[in-house]
């Protein structure tokens, strides 16, 4: 309905605009012949006025001349003015209408994607329920189907917590209630909370520190890690994810988040923190995405006063490197 409304606005835009451009070059050219007639009936008066004294009608003659060249200009000068102001209008109009256009594109492909998004870990904990009510298993059968459960279980919480974030918490005047946060137990929490996963044995950690306290919200923190550490599942293409955390002695701590996946383009380099944006790889038609993550990841990063950065990994994949602040309390 509203791709229907945009195309009509979209028509009467390109036919008022064409209008518009013919009606200028219409008037210009109605004034030009307009002053080209005035002048020579000026001339034929100046002539009849001035038909026994030659100096005064050639003097009056040059300034008529002179008259109607300066009208002409004038004609001509305007015209141009008020056509390029009408074509940087239009081309301002075309941009926003342009635009409407593509964010409702985008918005309906988000909404397939969230649909799909929800419906799939739904329906696999309506058969792990199903498969536990209906069949009598063994007791290793049974844990398989909890464990997969719950990883579906978190898979959702994740999915839900990015939709709250974008839509409500991460608006642009978002300020956090920062409380003294123990950045190490923050990331421990959340990767035993992959232990569901059945690829969280690919999952190495290496860490010179325990404790890293800092001024954080916590919630946001869990968020955040969650969100990189499920893309470097869904993209790491069953290899080595490695979460490697460097206590820096000058009051920093630096986490990086590396996979060995299909990694990012060059070109496509700008859109990863954007949002709505899916980065295109040999995985996106398999792989399922709100394009959402990344762009909480990048709010919620600003919001703590910390840095993210992307690089490519050797020989392929991807590296997210986190930088933090150590609180000074």
């Known amino acids: 309905m509203i791709i229907k409304k945009v195309k009509k606005i979209v028509f009467i835009y390109w036919a008022l ?57 004038q004609y001509i000068s305007e015209g141009i003015f008020y056509f390029v102001l009408i074509l940087v209008i239009a081309f301002y109009i075309y941009k926003n209408i342009h635009t409407v256009w593509k964010y409702n594109e985008r ?3 988000i909404l397939r994607a ?51 974030l974008s839509n409500e918490m991460l608006s642009e005047d978002s300020k956090l209630v920062l409380q003294h946060v123990d950045l190490m137990s923050i990331l421990q929490k959340v990767i035993q909370s992959f ?13 010179n520190s325990t404790h890293f306290m800092m001024q954080g919200e916590p919630l946001f923190l869990e968020i955040l890690f969650n969100n990189l550490i499920d893309n470097a599942f869904k993209y790491g293409q069953n290899k080595t994810i490695k979460i490697i955390v460097n206590d820096i002695p000058t009051g920093f701590i630096e986490i990086e988040i590396q996979d060995e996946g299909v990694g990012i383009l060059h070109k496509d380099l700008n859109l ?19 394009g959402l993550g990344l762009f909480i990841c990048k709010k919620i990063m600003l919001l703590h006063n910390a840095s993210i950065q992307y690089r490519a990994n050797v020989p392929q994949g991807s590296i997210f490197k986190l930088k933090f602040l150590k609180s000074s309390s």
């Open 17 to 73: 605009l064409i209008y518009i451009i013919l009606a200028t070059f219409y008037w210009i050219y109605k004034l030009e012949i307009q002053n080209n007639e005035i002048s020579k009936l000026k001339l034929a008066i100046n002539s009849l006025q001035y038909q026994n004294q030659n100096a005064i009608l050639i003097q009056n003659e040059k300034i008529l001349k002179n008259y109607e060249y300066k009208k002409s200009i």
């Open 107 to 109: 918005q309906k492909n």
């Open 114 to 164: 969230l649909s799909h998004n929800l419906k799939t870990p739904l329906t696999i904990l309506k058969l792990n329920l199903q498969t536990l009510f209906n069949r009598k298993l063994s007791e290793t059968d049974i844990s398989k189907v909890l464990l997969s459960s719950l990883s579906e279980s978190h898979r959702l919480e994740i999915l839900t917590n990015n939709i709250l």
């Open 195 to 207: 232990q569901t996963h059945p690829d969280f044995q690919l999952v190495q950690y290496q860490s």
């Open 272 to 290: 990863i923190f954007k949002k709505y944006s899916r980065i295109q790889t040999a995985l996106s038609d398999t792989i399922s995405g709100t």
